[in-house]
């Protein structure tokens, strides 16, 4: 509101501005106050003036006025005060709060941090017990195989040891009793030679004396005098050849191939009849349509399946034994004569109903082996050979079935090895060469004359297969793969001569040795060490460096030591 007669609006509202507007010199000049009046004597007394009256009511309502609003303003500073002390004193006391409560979550974080110091510290103790507790329980389980392994090492050297004695002793009972013979045959020749030099003297004396008495009585003796000395007896000695005989060996290699070209012969007869059978069984009315097909599709797809683990391993498995070998041999159908494809063992026949076997089921086992022999290949270059080993654990648990042999006694075996005659006939001691069609089909390169690596992995996976199969042990069943053809396996590649030797005999050592030679160990012992030494030591220093391939299989081999060694902490020495 805008102030009037030169006063602000402020000081209308306090006493004091009113007092002192109204006490000013203008206000109080000689004019305003004197008792001369122009107007005469119109107002006699002042103070019963009405304006006085107004004007001190004027004043005395503004003094109150401004009282009543002082003390308005000095009750809200009041309030105001006494709230603001009020959030002083209710901030004070949350801050007290507040620092309280930092201080037990500092004193709580404390403790926590002392907590997890304590659990981290007995932790790692409690890691520190358990690495001890393993390094002494690895330590004690080192000592304890290497005290077995040399029980073991001394057991063997022992029973070497037996052995050697009692072939010695054998040896010097054969010696003692040749030479027995050998002095009983003198004493006799000896004995024979005096009785046939008496016999001879006593007829010289009767011929003399026969003689004599025909010169005396001029006469010629008489045929009886003749018969009795022509039929004097006679006795020499026996002549016995003590030579021994030179035709073992070349025996031996005769048999080898012998029995080789049987194998590649079965094979031959095995091909052409899966062709066969297979093209019949397309025809509309032949009774098995449609099983021989599921037949391929499920054992494909199963040993596809084999792999690392062993419970999916152990599945398939399973189903090709049931949706294979099993349908196949409860699927009624046509027969076959067996006995040609059986080349070792022969069951007992009586008739020819007994040599009648099922022909569906023949069919699956050539399949089967001619897909073991192709996941073999496939499986060469993997590191530990699981799945390869894995395939050849089901291969010889389906070949020692008796369900699925001949009779119940003779398992079809040499439907695999006529298979593997003709992929790796080095494996059964056969000789080959690259300048002849039929040296390279015996080195097995005659598929992979362009591809040496095609040929590494065949020949490699071929033989781990091989000693897959063999190196077996079933509790309830007689192998239909004895170990010892393993032996003799390994033993006819390193026994090649220099000049025999191809790349291929390379790769058969590295498959049948790299991923077996715990198992190799474990059943020849100290015999199998002198093996492994000479594989890695010896033989690769018989490769011609004149061959192509031969050098780098033949390192392949060499370094063979140096994986066992870091694997199996296997030294071989020098």
């Given at each position: 509101?805008?102030?009037?007669?030169?006063?602000?609006?402020?000081?209308?509202?306090?006493?004091?501005?009113?007092?002192?507007?109204?006490?000013?010199?203008?206000?109080?000049?000689?004019?305003?106050?004197?008792?001369?009046?122009?107007?005469?004597?119109?107002?006699?007394?002042?103070?019963?003036?009405?304006?006085?009256?107004?004007?001190?009511?004027?004043?005395?309502?503004?003094?109150?006025?401004?009282?009543?609003?002082?003390?308005?303003?000095?009750?809200?500073?009041?309030?105001?005060?006494?709230?603001?002390?009020?959030?002083?004193?209710?901030?004070?006391?949350?801050?007290?709060?507040?620092?309280?409560?930092?201080?037990?979550?500092?004193?709580?974080?404390?403790?926590?941090?002392?907590?997890?110091?304590?659990?981290?510290?007995?932790?790692?103790?409690?890691?520190?017990?358990?690495?001890?507790?393993?390094?002494?329980?690895?330590?004690?389980?080192?000592?304890?195989?290497?005290?077995?392994?040399?029980?073991?090492?001394?057991?063997?050297?022992?029973?070497?040891?037996?052995?050697?004695?009692?072939?010695?002793?054998?040896?010097?009972?054969?010696?003692?009793?040749?030479?027995?013979?050998?002095?009983?045959?003198?004493?006799?020749?000896?004995?024979?030679?005096?009785?046939?030099?008496?016999?001879?003297?006593?007829?010289?004396?009767?011929?003399?004396?026969?003689?004599?008495?025909?010169?005396?009585?001029?006469?010629?003796?008489?045929?009886?005098?003749?018969?009795?000395?022509?039929?004097?007896?006679?006795?020499?000695?026996?002549?016995?050849?003590?030579?021994?005989?030179?035709?073992?060996?070349?025996?031996?290699?005769?048999?080898?191939?012998?029995?080789?070209?049987?194998?590649?012969?079965?094979?031959?007869?095995?091909?052409?009849?899966?062709?066969?059978?297979?093209?019949?069984?397309?025809?509309?009315?032949?009774?098995?349509?449609?099983?021989?097909?599921?037949?391929?599709?499920?054992?494909?797809?199963?040993?596809?399946?084999?792999?690392?683990?062993?419970?999916?391993?152990?599945?398939?498995?399973?189903?090709?034994?049931?949706?294979?070998?099993?349908?196949?041999?409860?699927?009624?159908?046509?027969?076959?004569?067996?006995?040609?494809?059986?080349?070792?063992?022969?069951?007992?026949?009586?008739?020819?109903?007994?040599?009648?076997?099922?022909?569906?089921?023949?069919?699956?086992?050539?399949?089967?082996?001619?897909?073991?022999?192709?996941?073999?290949?496939?499986?060469?270059?993997?590191?530990?050979?699981?799945?390869?080993?894995?395939?050849?654990?089901?291969?010889?648990?389906?070949?020692?079935?008796?369900?699925?042999?001949?009779?119940?006694?003779?398992?079809?075996?040499?439907?695999?090895?006529?298979?593997?005659?003709?992929?790796?006939?080095?494996?059964?001691?056969?000789?080959?060469?690259?300048?002849?069609?039929?040296?390279?089909?015996?080195?097995?390169?005659?598929?992979?004359?362009?591809?040496?690596?095609?040929?590494?992995?065949?020949?490699?996976g071929v033989s781990a297969g091989y000693a897959s199969l063999c190196l077996r042990h079933?509790q309830a069943r007689e192998p239909a793969f004895p170990m010892f053809n393993y032996w003799?396996?390994?033993?006819?590649?390193?026994?090649?001569?220099?000049?025999?030797?191809?790349?291929?005999?390379?790769?058969?050592?590295?498959?049948?040795?790299?991923?077996?030679?715990?198992?190799?160990?474990?059943?020849?012992?100290?015999?199998?060490?002198?093996?492994?030494?000479?594989?890695?030591?010896?033989?690769?220093?018989?490769?011609?460096?004149?061959?192509?391939?031969?050098?780098?299989?033949?390192?392949?081999?060499?370094?063979?030591?140096?994986?066992?060694?870091?694997?199996?902490?296997?030294?071989?020495?020098?």
């Open positions: 509101m805008p102030a009037r007669s030169g006063t602000s609006g402020s000081s209308m509202n306090t006493s004091t501005s009113f007092s002192s507007s109204w006490g000013s010199s203008s206000r109080q000049s000689p004019k305003r106050n004197s008792l001369y009046s122009p107007r005469g004597s119109l107002i006699r007394d002042p103070k019963n003036s009405p304006s006085r009256k107004a004007q001190a009511e004027l004043h005395s309502m503004l003094a109150r006025n401004d009282r009543d609003f002082h003390d308005r303003l000095d009750k809200a500073a009041a309030e105001r005060a006494r709230v603001h002390d009020e959030q002083l004193a209710k901030a004070a006391q949350e801050h007290l709060r507040i620092q309280e409560g930092a201080k037990l979550e500092i004193d709580r974080l404390v403790l926590v941090e002392e907590q997890e110091k304590l659990r981290r510290a007995d932790a790692q103790r409690k890691e520190l017990e358990r690495l001890r507790q393993e390094k002494a329980q690895q330590e004690a389980e080192v000592q304890r195989q290497r005290l077995e392994a040399k029980k073991k090492e001394e057991e063997l050297a022992r029973q070497v040891a037996e052995r050697q004695r009692q072939i010695q002793e054998a040896d010097a009972r054969v010696q003692a009793q040749r030479d027995q013979e050998a002095a009983a045959q003198r004493q006799r020749e000896a004995a024979d030679q005096k009785a046939k030099e008496a016999e001879a003297a006593a007829a010289a004396a009767a011929l003399a004396t026969t003689q004599a008495n025909a010169n005396a009585s001029n006469q010629p003796p008489t045929q009886s005098t003749l018969a009795s000395v022509s039929t004097a007896p006679k006795s020499g000695p026996s002549t016995v050849s003590s030579q021994p005989s030179t035709s073992t060996s070349s025996t031996s290699s005769a048999d080898l191939e012998e029995i080789h070209n049987k194998y590649i012969e079965l094979h031959a007869q095995m091909k052409k009849f899966r062709k066969e059978f297979a093209e019949a069984a397309k025809q509309q009315n032949h009774p098995l349509k449609g099983h021989v097909g599921n037949a391929r599709r499920d054992m494909r797809k199963r040993l596809g399946q084999i792999g690392v683990d062993r419970r999916s391993s152990q599945d398939a498995i399973g189903h090709i034994r049931k949706e294979c070998f099993d349908v196949a041999l409860s699927t009624p159908g046509p027969t076959i004569d067996i006995r040609p494809y059986l080349i070792t063992q022969w069951p007992e026949i009586q008739n020819e109903a007994d040599a009648q076997y099922p022909a569906f089921l023949l069919y699956v086992w050539i399949l089967f082996q001619k897909m073991v022999i192709q996941s073999w290949t496939l499986e060469a270059d993997t590191k530990g050979g699981v799945t390869l080993q894995e395939v050849g654990l089901i291969t010889a648990s389906l070949f020692a079935d008796p369900k699925y042999k001949v009779k119940g006694t003779v398992p079809l075996t040499g439907i695999m090895l006529a298979k593997l005659h003709r992929r790796c006939p080095m494996l059964f001691g056969i000789r080959g060469n690259t300048t002849t069609q039929g040296g390279v089909v015996n080195l097995g390169l005659d598929r992979y004359r362009g591809d040496e690596n095609a040929y590494a992995r065949s020949i490699t079933f003799r396996a390994v033993v006819l590649v390193l026994n090649t001569k220099p000049e025999d030797i191809y790349s291929g005999h390379y790769y058969a050592i590295k498959g049948l040795l790299h991923n077996f030679v715990s198992r190799f160990l474990l059943y020849y012992g100290v015999a199998a060490k002198a093996v492994l030494r000479r594989a890695t030591k010896e033989f690769p220093n018989r490769a011609r460096a004149d061959r192509p391939g031969v050098s780098i299989a033949a390192d392949l081999v060499r370094v063979l030591a140096d994986s066992w060694k870091e694997e199996h902490r296997l030294e071989l020495g020098g």
